[in-house]
């Protein structure tokens, strides 16, 4: 997905303080200069220093396991003493051992009903969600039949129907790029509607790669997982991706002589540093054969004689081979692949229930020597006719300047949004938080209350733009709505610094980012919002008072847009976000006041 980097307009304004049910107003400070955009300052690192620095280096192999009885059912409440791990047929010592459960369909019902809020008010306290791991749902356009994907979308709204409370899903689509239809959330309503919407999951199948296998279309599997990997190694714990898809695509398919699995061997060789992403962020990959049960062809009425038993073993080996290749890709993530069935549903539901159901083993391997090499892993019950799912190697690499990379990579620091370059905070932190899709902080939770303008606006002729209008020039000919966002924080949430003179201050920033449904930035908006207070306010607001804003931003009226909500405490570098699709915010709605949560 490709992100266009931000360029937020700044306003200082007038600041809103709720103290009680009482508003009171800060002065408004002049105009300030338009920022410059540059690096953010570097800390200064300390001079002529005699201290000696001794850096060591403990490698960890982190392992999630999935135990399951002949019925499918999670096994809980096992013990370390339980779990045997060999590498390459060496025993491990565990460095440690955890059991992770969901919580309880009661417990999240009760939780999430604390927290349902009225229609068009978004917050990113999501503390009712199950935090032990995650669901993604993978939608691959480019390698499933267009009537498989009309059955798969049936079957997700038949799932969303019944989604246990507290599910945490991100909903993603794969064709000519990969495509976000729903981030991170586990309120069943926006799910359901995330399925439901034409708009958003409609099969798409882009001509360049539609007339058969080739070189773009496996490179893009690849990069597809490799990208997907990146942006979820953000969130912790485990993550179950859900890969609904028909086959895996290679530029020849099943055409070698001698290797009998010449395809499953080019895949695994790329499909390794894919490997690595998915292992380094914990995701376990669930191929699901999106195309159901099969008939084969072969028995149809307009086939006879030899080339009936042609086709069947034709249509047998094909099938094999498909198959045998989402077991693999399962196998090498942890996961388990689904195929010859039509109850997809039923699929989601296996895979929800016994993947947020896990163990979670650690050790430092025996072997030190670090020399890329594929170790094979194993992990053995005392008890028998137990079923396990877990990766079965790594890759024992030993490039740490590419591993720290990677990993501050994985972690979230990328340059997305420019920033002024006197700024008193790491920019990093914000532009992050920023970027469509990314893992939204929640170090400030926020409220934002949202309401669209009744009635559309369009320039005519060579008519300007209203001045706070930052619409994308393709976009300022076209007609467009405004939407009012009102945010509220809690201001025992905030720094608020004592100064001197026995008052108090602090400075927030607020943020708007629309994005289209490519990652492309349409509108952004930023606002400063300095904070006075005398001692006697302070006592007020800090026992139940909130800070509130009010925020402007133009979206054009047609078409499928994201819009992204931040608050950025300056002196305390705390940074809350969420993001919510456009068409989930509902118009005709009377303006209403701001919601008041401590």
């Known amino acids: 997905m490709k992100r266009s980097s931000l360029r937020l307009p700044l306003v200082v304004l007038a600041l ?142 038949a799932y969303m129907k019944t989604v246990p409370a507290g599910t945490k899903i991100a909903i993603f689509q794969l064709n000519l790029r990969m495509r976000m239809i729903q981030g991170f959330t586990s309120d069943p309503e926006l799910l359901l509607r995330a399925v ?13 790669l539609s007339r058969g296998y080739g070189p773009n279309r496996y490179g893009g599997l690849t990069g597809a997982m490799q990208q997907l990997g990146q942006y979820l190694a953000g969130y912790p714990g485990r993550k179950n991706l859900i890969w609904f898809t028909a086959r895996v695509p290679y530029a020849i398919y099943g055409g070698g002589i001698g290797d009998p699995f010449p395809d499953m061997t080019r895949f695994i060789d790329d499909f390794a540093k894919t490997t690595d992403v998915l292992t380094l962020s914990r995701v376990a990959v669930y191929p699901v054969d999106a195309r159901g049960l099969q008939a084969d062809p072969a028995f149809s009425a307009a086939r006879g004689g030899a080339q009936r038993g042609k086709d069947a073993a034709n249509f047998a080996t094909h099938n094999f081979l498909q198959h045998a290749d989402l077991d693999d890709v399962a196998a090498a993530t942890g996961g388990k692949a689904f195929y010859n069935t039509n109850g997809l549903k039923q699929a989601i539901a296996e895979v929800v229930d016994t993947g947020s159901n896990y163990y979670t083993l650690s050790y430092a391997p025996t072997n030190k020597n670090w020399d890329g090499s594929y170790r094979k892993l194993q992990v053995k019950l005392a008890e028998q006719g137990l079923r396990l799912e877990y990766r079965r190697g790594y890759y024992a690499r030993n490039d740490e300047a590419a591993q720290t990379r990677h990993m501050a990579m994985l972690q979230g620091h990328r340059k997305v949004l420019p920033m002024p370059a006197d700024s008193k905070f790491p920019a990093l932190r914000l532009s992050a938080a920023m970027g469509m899709g990314a893992p939204a902080p929640k170090d400030l939770i926020f409220l934002a209350d949202v309401t669209p303008a009744a009635e559309v606006s369009k320039a005519k002729g060579d008519e300007k733009l209203p001045n706070d209008n930052y619409l994308e020039t393709k976009y300022r000919k076209s007609a467009y709505r405004d939407y009012r966002i009102h945010y509220s924080v809690s201001a025992r949430a905030i720094q608020l610094t004592p100064t001197p003179d026995s008052n108090y201050h602090a400075k927030l920033e607020f943020v708007a980012v629309v994005y289209d449904d490519e990652g492309q930035m349409v509108n952004s908006k930023r606002k400063q919002a300095p904070i006075e207070l005398d001692d006697a306010t302070y006592q007020r607001l800090i026992r139940n008072g909130r800070i509130g804003i009010d925020l402007s931003i133009a979206i054009p009226a047609k078409g499928n847009y994201f819009l992204r909500m931040g608050v950025h405490d300056v002196s305390a570098n705390k940074v809350g976000a969420l993001e919510v699709p456009v068409d989930q915010i509902q118009l005709g709605l009377p303006q209403s006041a701001a919601v008041a949560k401590p």
């Open 16 to 157: 809103a303080v709720w103290v009680g049910g009482a508003e009171l107003r800060a002065q408004q400070p002049p105009p300030a200069a338009a920022p410059s955009v540059g690096p953010a300052p570097q800390a200064s690192q300390p001079q002529g220093s005699n201290v000696t620095t001794l850096k060591a280096t403990a490698r960890l192999v982190l392992l999630d396991v999935v135990v399951t009885d002949g019925k499918g059912k999670s096994v809980r409440g096992l013990k370390e003493s339980d779990f045997t791990l060999l590498e390459d047929g060496a025993p491990q010592v565990l460095a440690s051992f955890q059991e992770h459960n969901p919580i309880t369909r009661e417990e999240a019902a009760k939780a999430a009903a604390a927290a349902k809020l009225p229609p068009n008010h978004f917050t990113n306290d999501d503390s009712a969600s199950n935090e032990t791991a995650l669901t993604v749902l993978l939608l691959d356009a480019l390698d499933t039949p267009i009537e498989a994907q009309m059955y798969l979308r049936e079957q997700l709204i």
């Open 196 to 208: 439901e919407s034409s708009k958003r999951d409609m099969p798409e199948i882009p001509a360049l």
